[in-house]
């Protein structure tokens, strides 16, 4: 199975170097090991080699797949880009730009606690949950359309802007709503116009609420589709939809400082150990992987919505993607075993992991 996987990767791209196939071989024991079905890639600076996995409905490396909240990451790479120009600042209150959004301390959160959680919004998941409590009812095909930001947002704060870390929606979707305001345009334009056309991402966009379909779905446990699952209304909390292989080229952007400055992406990626080392739209933590000489330090972005998973980590000059199609114990890599710690090692450690 190996050898197939990195032919077929081999055929869409120019010859991956050794090191690379041999850390891609690797990733693809561990993935198999662990039961994945779904797709993984592993990027350097130039080029990637990966494939597919499992008893997957879907036998094509192109089909697109849901994002999930790595498109949070997406979104804070676009607005690091505004920062960069000049547009907005990551402390200015969120008022200077949407003076008019009827959010909770519209004068006093600013984008670095919404990018950071730290916002003290209202969150989103306490909103009403479906019959089998699988998706929020406002995240349903079958639910009444709304359009702006969810309504749960609208409520009353929970908390002191940075008083506390709660990982929320809200805060992404209120990141998206200042992102429009200052540059006059849709996000979906402006993510393509920033991130998806300069790193050369052309099957990728941000999913309008509505649309079908949405990107390959995902299975529950039992079986079943998630395929009810409106992922448009996520918007700027998880409405990317595009292949692995343009994720990859996202990683590629990140890692070459073809999207953001060094001062800027050194930025977004510092972690803060009194938030779980969460930073702007990342998370970014330094721990000791089997295999490798010294501790790595991963910038790591997770997302999930119904079946499917994905993880995009990156490791100095190397990038892994995952996506998965069915429920898979990842485990959290700091705790030194499991199946996230065990892909990482594979990935980012120049020596066989044992």
């Known amino acids: ?49 990966g494939g597919l996995l499992g008893p997957q409905e879907y036998r094509t490396s192109d089909a697109p797949w849901r994002w999930a909240s790595v498109t949070k990451q997406v979104v804070a790479v676009a607005v690091m880009q505004a920062v960069e120009a000049g547009r907005m600042s990551l402390d200015t209150p969120i008022a200077a730009y949407v003076p008019a959004l009827n959010i909770a301390n519209v004068g006093r959160i600013t984008l670095r606690n919404l990018l950071q ?32 930001i969810s309504a749960a947002c609208l409520r009353p704060e929970k908390a002191e ?72 209304r996520f918007g700027a909390a998880g409405a990317v939809r595009g292949p692995a292989r343009d994720l990859a080229k996202f990683d590629r952007a990140i890692m070459t400082n073809a999207l953001l400055k060094p001062a800027s992406r050194a930025e977004m990626e510092r972690g803060d150990p009194k938030l779980g080392y969460a930073a702007l739209g990342v998370w970014s933590y330094t721990v000791p992987l089997k295999g490798c000489a010294a501790p790595q330090h991963l910038v790591e972005r997770r997302g999930e919505i119904g079946g499917v998973q994905v993880r995009n980590v990156i490791a100095g000059g190397v990038a892994l993607v995952v996506f998965t199609d069915r429920p898979v114990a990842f485990g959290e890599a700091w705790q030194g075993q499991g199946a996230a710690f065990d892909l990482f090692a594979a990935a980012f450690c120049p020596e066989p992991a044992k």
């Open 1 to 49: 199975m190996i050898v197939a996987v990195l032919a077929a990767a081999a055929s869409l791209l120019p010859p991956a170097g050794d090191a690379l196939l041999d850390r891609c071989a690797r990733v693809e024991r561990v993935a198999a090991a662990t039961k994945i079905s779904g797709q993984y890639l592993v990027s350097d600076a130039v080029d990637d080699c």
């Open 117 to 148: 959680h730290t916002s003290g919004l209202p969150n989103v998941e306490d909103g009403p949950a479906d019959a089998k409590a699988e998706t929020l009812v406002q995240y349903r095909y079958d639910a009444p359309p709304y359009a702006g």
């Open 161 to 232: 802007p940075g008083a506390r870390f709660e990982y929320n929606n809200c805060d992404t979707e209120v990141v998206g709503a200042v992102l429009e305001a200052v540059d006059h345009l849709p996000l979906a334009d402006i993510l393509a116009k920033g991130i998806f056309t300069p790193a050369g991402m052309t099957a990728t966009t941000l999913v309008p609420p509505g649309a079908k379909p949405a990107g390959r779905p995902g299975y529950f446990a039992d079986g079943r589709t998630d395929d009810f699952i409106d992922i448009g």
